[in-house]
């Protein structure tokens, strides 16, 4: 935990987890550098990290984040300034320090979520063989002609099974039907624009009259903080 209040949101977070049944351990840090030394050894689900007053999100966020995929930061602050640097880094929240444990209970759902994202696995069946798929490494699905793309960060994998069955074995959110032909991870969102939405690389994935309404709704449910 980088924060100021250490104690306070320690003692908040192992309440939480005892209410909610959930367990697990807090461990605090005093740097980035004391963080990335214990991920060199172990991992974490989630971190807390407080940006001071007249600071800036660091830049040791986005070093964090490729060192640990998945981990998820959750940022907080006395006042809102930083609220646009802080969604620039992928896995991340925000909220302010005097809110953290109103959210609490979220911000842990959303850390299980994540870990289960990065655990389960989609089948695919295609050109011969049968491959495995994290939820986590999946962007998005499109349908084009009878094909199946399902494009990941490093990769694209191609199947003919179509979208209807392999939404079944989805977890929604982060996935979620946009269009007839494509399926979008949220977890890889960068902006909604009402007919389409912009991923973090750079890819625009069109989205339907159709699904505006549902995307929208889930948008406020997801990324709200």
């Not at 689900?45 to 490729?66: H, M, S």
């Not at 930061?73 to 006042?79: A, R």
């Not at 999946?138 to 960060?153: A, F, H, N, W």
């Amino acid at each position: 935990v980088c924060q100021e209040d250490i104690e306070r949101l320690k003692n908040q977070l192992e309440q939480k987890m005892d209410q909610t049944g959930r367990k697990g351990c807090v461990f605090e840090f005093g740097s980035a550098d004391e963080v990335l030394k214990f991920l060199k050894e172990s991992q974490l689900d989630l971190l807390f990290w407080n940006i001071e007053k007249g600071q800036t999100v660091p830049e040791e966020a986005a070093v964090l984040e490729e060192c640990q995929k998945g981990l998820y930061l959750v940022f907080t602050e006395e006042e809102p300034v930083n609220v646009s640097e802080v969604y620039r880094i992928r896995h991340s929240f925000y909220c302010l320090k005097n809110r953290t444990e109103d959210y609490l209970e979220d911000i842990l759902a959303r850390a299980v979520q994540e870990e289960r994202g990065n655990k389960e696995r989609l089948v695919v069946f295609g050109k011969g063989k049968i491959q495995m798929i994290r939820f986590a490494d999946l962007m998005y699905i499109e349908r084009s002609r009878k094909v199946t793309s399902l494009v990941c960060e490093k990769e694209v994998i191609e199947t003919s099974t179509g979208l209807g069955e392999l939404e079944k074995h989805l977890i929604c959110p982060p996935f979620v039907r946009c269009h007839n032909s494509f399926i979008v991870n949220l977890e890889y969102l960068k902006e909604f624009r009402r007919e389409e939405v912009e991923l973090w690389d750079g890819t625009v994935v069109p989205v339907s009259r159709r699904y505006q309404k549902e995307v929208r709704e889930l948008l406020k449910t997801w990324g709200a903080f």
